[in-house]
């Protein structure tokens, strides 16, 4: 794991495995980060829905799960209670308030899915709907898009 300049990492936080946590991020209780995962420059977590300085609302605390391999953009900001797929890619500045999909490149305000990542960290030629296939031009690796879909295929 690596840590930043002013990073805070709340008591219950899971950070796996070769993560990258970079300068003025938080990473508040409830927020799951699986191994691999790239926290860019200040990025934010979130882990209360609507929050009130007046009203504690600690119980309410929503769970946050990004997965293995997942890149999140400098200053994205991720709005508690979501899932970031496998390996899934969000752009800088984007807000994320729903679930992404595994190898999804999602941006803007609120994210949009604009498409696919490889594993590599390039953005595969594909539709973000349909059946459809890619080869990683970097490391030759075979994408299958079916049912709405990404998965790596075993070579």
Not at 38 to 59: D, Q
Not at 82 to 107: Q, R, S, W
Request: charged share 15%.
């Amino acid at each position: 794991m690596s840590l930043g300049q002013n990073v805070f990492v709340g008591n219950k936080v899971v950070i796996g495995d070769n993560c990258k946590i970079q300068n003025n991020v938080s990473v508040y209780d409830n927020v799951n980060l699986e191994d691999g995962v790239f926290c860019g420059p200040s990025m934010v977590f979130t882990n209360v829905y609507n929050p009130r300085s007046l009203i504690e609302r600690k119980s309410e605390y929503r769970n946050t799960l990004i997965k293995k391999g997942a890149t999140l953009g400098a200053n994205c900001t991720v709005v508690c209670g979501v899932t970031i797929g496998e390996y899934a890619f969000v752009g800088a500045g984007a807000v994320v308030n729903k679930d992404v999909p595994a190898y999804a490149l999602m941006v803007g305000v609120p994210a949009k899915q604009i498409g696919w990542m490889s594993e590599y960290g390039e953005q595969l030629a594909l539709p973000i709907t349909g059946e459809a296939q890619a080869i990683c031009a970097h490391t030759q690796s075979r994408y299958v898009l079916h049912n709405g879909q990404l998965q790596k295929m075993n070579a």
